[in-house]
C-alpha cells in the first residue's frame, strides 16, 4: 500500500494515497481517511479533556488517526479496532512510529463490544451507525460518541432508508439540518432504554455532510423514563409554513390552525437539550488554546451551539420573508424584535439563515415587516 504523510492535532501519520482524479479520492485508497473530517476529530480530543475521559475504544479506526490523536493529545489507555487486515496493519504502524502504548485489535465492531466493555465507545463508520448502536450501548460504560454520515435518509431525501435504519419518519424541509440530528440523538435513545439506560446530550452538532453526538450514558429504569419522555415529533404543514413540536411516543392528529391541512410528524426524534451548558461554556474557553488549525472554526461552533435555543426546527428568514411578501431585513434585527415581544430567540449553528424561535407566525410577520418598514 502507497503511503504519504498526514498531519493533525499534535501526530504526523501516515495514510494511504489516493487518485486525485476520483469523484471522492478518499473512497479510493484501501484504507479510509477523510482530511475533512479533522474538526470533527478535534471535538473528540477536547471533548475528551473536557468531561475527563479515561478510557476510549476507537471501533472502527482505518488508519487509527481519531485513537491516536486521543492517545496521544489526552494521555489515556486507547483501544483502536478494525475488522480488515490492511487498516489494522496500518494502525500498528502508525502506533509504531509514534511510540503510542494503544492496543490495536483485528475485530469487527459489533462483536468485539458483544464481549468487552469500554467506558468511551466512538462509532464513526462510512455511512449509517444504525448497525452498530445496540452493540456499543452493551459494550459502553459511560461516554457514547457517534458519527453518521448517512444524511440523506436522516433528512428526508431518502425515506424509505431513513424508516428502515432509524425506524423514524423524515421530511426533507429546510430545517432538515436540525431534524436529522434529533432523529440519529432519538435513535440512540430508544436503542439505549431498552437497557434500562438513560440518555444525557453533551456537545451535538450537524456540519457539512455528517452529525455528530455525544452522549452520556447512566444506568436506571428512572433515567431511561427520563429520556423517553423527550421523544417527540415535528408537525409540518404540507401548504405553509407553520410547524409546531410535540411530545410523545405516538404522534397526535393535528390540522394547521392557519389553512386547516392535515399536519405531517417528522420523526419519532429527540426534543430535549442537545447540548451541556457547563461543557460548552467549558468547550468554548480551551478551544483557542487548543494549538489546532482549525481553532477559529470550531470556535464559532462552540459558540452558536452554546447560544442556540432548545428547540426541534428552525425557521429560514428568507423563506419567511418570501411567504410574508417583505424583503429580507438584517436577521439580527429580526431577532432583537422578536426578543422585545417576551419571546426567546437565536441562530442556529449549521445555518447562516437559520432562525430559532417559538414565537407564533404572527410576531414573525410583524417583526419582519417592522424590520424591513413594510
Not at 255 to 271: A, F, I, S
Request: contains cysteine.
Amino acid at each position: 500500500m502507497d503511503c504519504v504523510w498526514a498531519e493533525e492535532g499534535k501526530i504526523r501519520f501516515l495514510v494511504p494515497a489516493t487518485d486525485p482524479h476520483h469523484p471522492f479520492p478518499p473512497g479510493s485508497a484501501p484504507v479510509f481517511y477523510n482530511p475533512r473530517m479533522e474538526l470533527s476529530r478535534d471535538v473528540t480530543v477536547l471533548l475528551s479533556r473536557v468531561i475527563g475521559v479515561s478510557g476510549y475504544l476507537d471501533a472502527m479506526g482505518a488508519t487509527g488517526v481519531r485513537g491516536l490523536r486521543v492517545s496521544s493529545e489526552c494521555n489515556i489507555p486507547v483501544t483502536i479496532a478494525d475488522r480488515d487486515h490492511r487498516a489494522v496493519a496500518l494502525i500498528r504502524r502508525n502506533a509504531g512510529i509514534l511510540g503510542l502504548p494503544v492496543e490495536v485489535l483485528p475485530s469487527d465492531a459489533n462483536l468485539l463490544l458483544s464481549g468487552r466493555t469500554f467506558e468511551t465507545v466512538d462509532i464513526d463508520p462510512f455511512g449509517s451507525p444504525a448497525p452498530f448502536i445496540d452493540s456499543a450501548i452493551r459494550g459502553c460504560g459511560k461516554f457514547l460518541f457517534v458519527t453518521a454520515t448517512d444524511t440523506a435518509p436522516l433528512c428526508g431525501a431518502h425515506r424509505n432508508a431513513g424508516r428502515r435504519r432509524y425506524f423514524a419518519s423524515a421530511l426533507n424541509t429546510e430545517y432538515h439540518a436540525e431534524t436529522g440530528l434529533r432523529i440519529l440523538l432519538g435513535f440512540v435513545v430508544r436503542e439505549a432504554v431498552k437497557y434500562d439506560r438513560g440518555v444525557e446530550p453533551l456537545f451535538c452538532f450537524s456540519r457539512d455532510h455528517y452529525f455528530r453526538v455525544h452522549v452520556r450514558l447512566v444506568k436506571g429504569a428512572r433515567d431511561a423514563d427520563r429520556s423517553l419522555e423527550r421523544i417527540g415529533y415535528i408537525l409540518q404543514c404540507p401548504a405553509c409554513i407553520f410547524r409546531t413540536e410535540t411530545h410523545g411516543l405516538l404522534p397526535p392528529p393535528a390540522e394547521c390552525p392557519y389553512c386547516g391541512k392535515h399536519l405531517v410528524p417528522v420523526g419519532p426524534l429527540w426534543t430535549g437539550t442537545i447540548q451541556d451548558p457547563e461543557i460548552t461554556r467549558s468547550l468554548e474557553s480551551t478551544v483557542l488554546s487548543s494549538g489546532f488549525s482549525l481553532s477559529a472554526t470550531l470556535q464559532k461552533l462552540v459558540s452558536l451551539c452554546r447560544q442556540e435555543l432548545d428547540l426541534s426546527f428552525h425557521y429560514d428568514y428568507h423563506h419567511l420573508a418570501r411567504s410574508f411578501h417583505t424583503s429580507p431585513p438584517p436577521i439580527t434585527q429580526v431577532l432583537e424584535s422578536i426578543r422585545r415581544e417576551g419571546y426567546a430567540a437565536s441562530r442556529a449553528h449549521y445555518s447562516g439563515t437559520a432562525l430559532k424561535t417559538s414565537a407564533p407566525l404572527s410576531i414573525l410577520r410583524a417583526a419582519f415587516r417592522e424590520t424591513s418598514g413594510k
